[in-house]
T-cell receptor
């Protein structure tokens, strides 16, 4: 069966510090991968998605970036965090290739980021 | 533009009563529709989906949803609510414009009162 991991679970960082959040998926190949941010326990904001290694689509450029160095690894980064970057970050995957467009999206456990 | 609307920020229901969480959508072409539930400080959990076929879809934990094409709705229902159903519920639709994105509603907080 497929499993999605995110780490760390919680993170407290000072303003201006760098960020690296990691997401990995097991049990599938060539997944579509997604990064979302959720503020105040409400709506989801799509940040980035990827349909393959090195292929990143940005929805909200801001001061965040994403990379996909391996098929099942998706990394969210920032060089300098802002207060407004605080939130709950969720990674998700869905079937790629022949399953793209019909498959369910599955979410990781999330990372709670607090920028002070 | 493609969109999903959840018109209620919060729904309160007494334990044992039926519950409905509303969702309407706007997409071109055939919609692929999903419901998720989120508990505090957790990721979203998939409940059910409609891709094609029977308009009544059954999912996890006794939830079901009815797809209504004429009303462009996909309301989530459960015949008898439990206190443990209290959570944040999201409706989503797969974008049909050629991207691989999913469009989410703003979420509805369900409170089941004992």
């Amino acid at each position: 069966s497929q499993t999605i991991h995110q780490w760390p679970a919680t993170l407290v960082q000072p303003v201006g510090s760098p960020l690296s959040l990691e997401c990995t998926v097991e049990g599938t190949s060539n997944p579509n991968l997604y990064w979302y941010r959720q503020a105040a326990g409400r709506g989801l904001q799509l940040l980035f998605y990827s349909v393959g290694i090195g292929q990143i689509s940005s929805e909200v450029p801001q001061n965040l970036s994403a990379s996909r160095p391996q098929d099942r690894q998706f990394i969210l980064s920032s060089k300098k965090l802002l207060l407004s970057d605080s939130g709950f970050y969720l990674c998700a995957w869905s079937g790629g290739g022949a399953f793209a467009g019909r498959d369910t999206q599955y979410f990781g456990p999330g990372t709670r980021l607090t920028v002070l | 533009a493609q969109s999903v609307a959840q018109p209620e920020d919060q729904v309160n229901v007494a334990e044992g009563n039926p519950l409905t969480v509303k969702c309407t959508y706007s997409v071109s072409g055939n919609p692929y529709l999903f419901w998720y539930v989120q508990y505090p400080n957790r990721g979203l959990q998939f409940l059910l989906k409609y891709i094609t076929g029977d308009n009544l879809v059954k999912g996890s934990y006794g939830f079901e949803a009815e797809f209504n094409k004429s009303q462009t709705s996909f309301h989530l229902k459960k015949p008898s609510a439990l206190v443990s159903d209290s959570a944040l519920y999201f409706c989503a639709v797969r974008d049909t414009s050629g991207t691989y994105k999913y469009i989410f509603g703003t979420g509805t907080r369900l409170k089941v009162l004992a």
